[in-house]
């Protein structure tokens, strides 16, 4: 029998901080020290629960009473002054903040681009995409000019990759980057994040305009690739839901892949002795990347609201509870890490936490590790002599958390 408690008392202020954010992992060790959940009784905070242990992380992501926030929940709370905003209607529509029936049809319908099948069939595009990418860099740092990684390399691979599921026109894919960038700035923690917002705002109506024009153009004349089989499918979805799904497929299909690919690299390139190995070994590229995902994931937290009492870890958690979950602690967790700061892709012990668990787990979860898994062998056996030509820069966020440039040499 389970018995139930209070909980340890702790704070996300020294998390938040600006030093919190650059560098996690010691207050992650000291949430953990407290116990696998505790309660934040700061008002300050925004939050009323904290989760950060392994197993209790997983109980929270698959707990019937602990939902992702919809639309309706800001409203109870007196909290209506998203609506005004383009870029959080668009987030409120999309799988990532819709539960129940709603959800399911349209997973349902966006699985398909994610089968076994089609991302096996994918590989070889994945494959001419790489090279392609690694040409361009070879022009750009032809007489050993510093090439920034990723702006020309990490974030372009997986931008192409998804544009080509989705059918996005390879010349339109350059016109991207900077519209994701400012529509995903406003995901992180902290009331800070306002500021992004009317930045956000104008690129989603931009996205949302492009995609209105590629779903009304393979309407009139289908292709091979997702948004065709949407409109022409048997899956009903209304013009906004659809359009909202594209825009935050197209961004989370490619901006967690960018930094899972500038996050390895630099932990490759501090780690020499393992590169012949990544180059030698699939299956150790693959143990690579999973502790890459493991070790610093590019995202480090989802967040919850209690639509009952429950109790994770033992722990009470009121009706109304707002519930963050840490899935960067998670994977720090050392009562299932041993030694959990090392850098080991070795290690045996379990899945990160950094793609989720249950209803919401990510899509794209074996196309993004596919991806890491080529690009990282493809890109230092084309450049044997690859560095870091100067420190990478600060990383300063906890959601989609990467590198803004890496500037390396290539000989």
């Known amino acids: 029998m389970t018995t139930i408690h209070t909980g340890q008392t702790a704070s996300l202020k020294a998390l938040l901080s600006r030093e919190g954010r650059l560098d996690p992992y010691p207050h992650y060790a000291g949430l953990h020290r407290l116990g696998p959940v505790c309660v934040l009784p700061d008002p300050a905070d925004r939050f009323d629960v904290v989760v950060h242990g392994y197993d209790a992380v997983q109980q929270a992501l698959r707990d019937p009473a602990l939902h992702v926030m919809t639309g309706d929940y800001p409203d109870r709370r007196g909290a209506q002054r998203w609506r005004a905003h383009a870029a959080l209607r668009t987030l409120v529509k999309s799988i990532f903040f819709t539960e129940g029936p709603d959800h399911s049809r349209v997973r349902r319908l966006f699985a398909q681009a994610f089968t076994a099948r089609r991302v096996a069939a994918l590989e070889p595009a994945v494959v001419r995409i790489i090279e392609r990418r690694l040409d361009r860099l070879a022009e750009l740092g032809a007489h050993g000019e510093p090439v920034d990684l990723l702006a020309e390399f990490a974030l372009p691979v997986p931008s192409d990759v998804v544009g080509e599921l989705l059918g996005v026109p390879e010349d339109d894919r350059d016109w991207f980057p900077a519209r994701v960038r400012a529509f995903g700035a ?122 009952a009492d429950t109790v994770l870890a033992g722990v009470r958690v009121p009706r109304d509870s707002r519930v963050l979950v840490l899935l960067g602690a998670a994977n720090r967790d050392p009562r299932q890490f041993p030694d959990p700061d090392v850098f ?11 793609f989720g668990m249950g ?17 990282l062998p493809m ?33």
């Open 186 to 307: 406003i995901l992180d923690l902290g009331v800070g994040v306002w500021r992004y917002q009317q930045a956000a705002d104008t690129a989603a109506a931009e996205l949302t305009g492009y995609f209105a024009e590629l779903v009304a153009k393979r309407r009139a004349e289908p292709r091979d690739d997702l948004v065709s089989v949407i409109v022409h499918g048997d899956g009903e979805l209304a013009d906004d839901e659809l359009l909202a799904n594209l825009l935050t497929m197209y961004n989370g299909g490619f901006v967690t892949t960018t930094h899972l690919i500038g996050n390895g690299l630099v932990l490759l390139l501090n780690r020499p002795h393992e590169i012949k190995q990544v180059l030698a070994d699939p299956r150790f590229a693959a143990g690579f990347v999973q502790e890459v995902l493991r070790h610093e994931p590019p995202t480090h937290f989802s967040i919850r609201w209690a639509s």
């Open 344 to 354: 080991d892709p070795d290690r045996d012990q379990g899945q990160p936490m950094s």
């Open 359 to 375: 209803v919401h787990y990510c899509l794209g979860a074996v196309l993004s590790r596919i991806e890491g898994q080529l690009a």
């Open 379 to 411: 890109l230092l056996r084309r450049f044997p002599d690859l560095a870091l030509a100067a420190e990478p820069g600060e990383r300063h966020t906890l959601m989609l958390r990467g590198y803004e440039t890496l500037p390396v040499t290539l000989s």
